[in-house]
């Protein structure tokens, strides 16, 4: 390293529902160049499967933008963007018809059990009528925990109760599913290729599952988590082998990773594929300092999210977590793995106020990262 030189990527995620993972990087870029101006910036704004993975697949490629008219999970209909590139592989973000901020966005919004993947099979299938057969699908920051039932009736399967009557492609739904007839299958799907990028890698059932681990946060109480662990589990039993809910990813977005790899779906680590596609991994080893973060980091954070994705591929260079704010239960871990942890709610003094202008307190940090960078340059080996 040169030291009048020092190269620092910055390599955010998106702080769900507070800004997008660009404007986060150029925020860090604008709080750095204030103490170190002679410093050398690359911005890397990033995803993993979850938000802005559109946008950060499509930055820098030649892209034809898609939009398609979809009911998404709020219950309205909106343009969901989508697109192909120079290879006619279509990449769909599921985030955009299923994400949590659609739902956090309207106070008239479908409780979590009339909620379903629906929205995510119909844009699959339009994408299919377009000619497309080649997908790169995103999982992450889904509202919906229904083990992808509403996305595989969008395409085609029936999902019956013990009456043999056909139930809602909803949450409700997959509580009374017995079984699923999967026969009437879009028949495109055995002719298409599906990468699945997911936002972490927990399996579909058991104690590191999709409802116990994330079905708090989205409003199961442990009675509501045991009906629909038992629910996933018929219909896993029914549908698939028995490896398959074990699959790691399988438990992403509500289960839709178990979902889309009973219909021939490859499920990847969204943040490993993307530092691979966007050619990041190679430039985080060139690097003097890694900054990345997000809105909220936690144990999930540790099950294969970004901020920890980066971290491992930045090998000895040091990396620095930047979050909105950081769990008591899952800091020590996290300190293991990077050679700094700030939050902006420690900088703002509370959440209130880091909600409020998340970007100055992201420059703010930025600066006061800046000023202590030679410390942190010289970091020993983590």
């Known amino acids: 390293m040169n030291d009048a030189t020092p190269h620092i990527v ?27 101006p002679h410093a050398r910036l690359t911005l890397a704004p990033m995803a993993d499967g979850g938000e802005g ?28 963007a989508w697109f192909r590139d120079h290879a006619d592989i279509a990449v769909i973000e599921s985030a955009t018809v299923l994400g949590l901020p659609l739902i956090e966005a309207r106070d008239d919004a479908p409780r979590l059990q009339a909620r379903g993947s629906h929205a995510l099979g119909e844009l699959i299938a339009a994408a299919l009528d377009s000619g497309v057969r080649d997908f790169i699908i995103g999982l992450g920051g889904s509202a919906c925990n229904d083990a992808g039932l509403g996305m595989l009736c969008a395409l085609g399967a029936r999902a019956l109760d013990v009456h043999g009557d056909t139930v809602a492609p909803t949450m409700d739904g997959l ?10 299958m879009d028949t495109r799907l055995q002719h298409s290729r599906i990468r699945v990028l997911c936002d972490v890698d927990n399996p579909l059932l058991g104690p590191t599952g999709a409802s116990r681990v994330y079905g708090p946060q989205k409003g199961l109480s442990e009675a509501d988590i045991q009906a629909v662990e038992a629910a996933f589990s018929r219909l896993a039993n ?24 009973l219909i021939g779906g490859e499920l990847c680590s969204g943040a490993n594929t993307l530092l691979d596609m966007t050619g990041l991994r190679h430039t985080l080893g060139e690097a003097d300092l890694v900054i990345t973060g997000e809105g909220r980091s936690d144990t ?8 920890l994705a980066i971290a491992r591929a930045a090998g000895h260079t040091p990396t620095v977590l930047l979050s909105g704010t950081i769990t008591d239960e899952a800091r020590a871990e996290l300190g293991s793995h990077f050679a700094r942890c700030y939050t902006l709610v420690e900088r703002a003094g509370s959440v209130e106020a880091a909600l409020a202008d998340p970007l100055h307190w992201v420059r ?6 800046g000023t202590g960078l030679a410390s942190l340059i010289d970091t020993p080996e983590r």
Request: glycine share 10%; hydrophobic share 45%; proline share 4%.
């Open 10 to 36: 910055l390599a955010p995620d998106s702080y769900k529902g507070s800004a997008s993972a660009l404007d986060i990087a150029h925020a860090l870029a604008e709080g750095l160049q204030t103490v170190c």
């Open 53 to 80: 993975t559109l946008d950060c697949l499509a930055a820098g490629r030649q892209v034809r933008w898609q939009t398609t008219p979809i009911v998404a999970i709020h219950g309205q209909r909106i343009e969901a």
């Open 175 to 184: 509580l009374a599913t017995d079984r699923i007839d999967l026969t009437a």
């Open 238 to 261: 029914s549908a698939a082998p028995d490896s398959l809910a074990g699959e790691r990813g399988s438990g992403a977005a509500g289960g839709l990773g178990f979902a889309l790899a």
């Open 300 to 307: 999930q954070t540790l099950s294969g999210k970004l901020p």
């Open 364 to 369: 703010r940090t930025a600066a006061d990262i």
